[in-house]
């Protein structure tokens, strides 16, 4: 079993910056790592993604404005976001994605608001 922590989310004014951090009990090489986020009423949005050799993949939303990255000697996983939005106001979550079957681990979400 794999437990995840996210960390680093709050309140920032409209084109600020936060990192949120995910550390997990542990990470592998092979893993898949990365995020999505949600808001009430709207369907869950896979953002970034990062494989085991440092592929990324962005959603157009955030594409240009966040990085997904890894240090896997720490366990953890970060995304760093600039030129934030008040449409990226949501609950972000991090995941694993590991094993032959793609087995998911999650963590309890941390909450960004983007507001003046």
């Known amino acids: 079993q794999v437990q995840l922590a996210e960390s680093g989310g709050g309140l920032v004014q409209p084109g600020g910056s936060l990192r949120l951090s995910c550390a997990a009990s542990?990470?592998?090489?092979?893993?898949?790592a990365g995020w999505y986020r949600q808001t009430p009423g709207k369907q869950r949005e896979q953002i970034a993604t990062?494989?085991?050799?440092?592929?990324?993949n962005y959603a157009d939303s955030v594409n240009g404005r966040f990085t997904v990255s890894r240090d896997n000697a720490k366990n953890t996983v970060y995304l760093q976001m600039n030129s934030l939005k008040s449409e990226d106001t949501a609950v972000y979550y991090c995941y694993l994605r590991r094993g032959w079957n793609s087995r998911e681990y999650w963590g309890q979400g941390t909450q960004v608001t983007v507001s003046s």
């Open positions: 542990t990470i592998v090489f092979s893993d898949t």
């Open positions: 990062i494989t085991g050799s440092g592929t990324t």
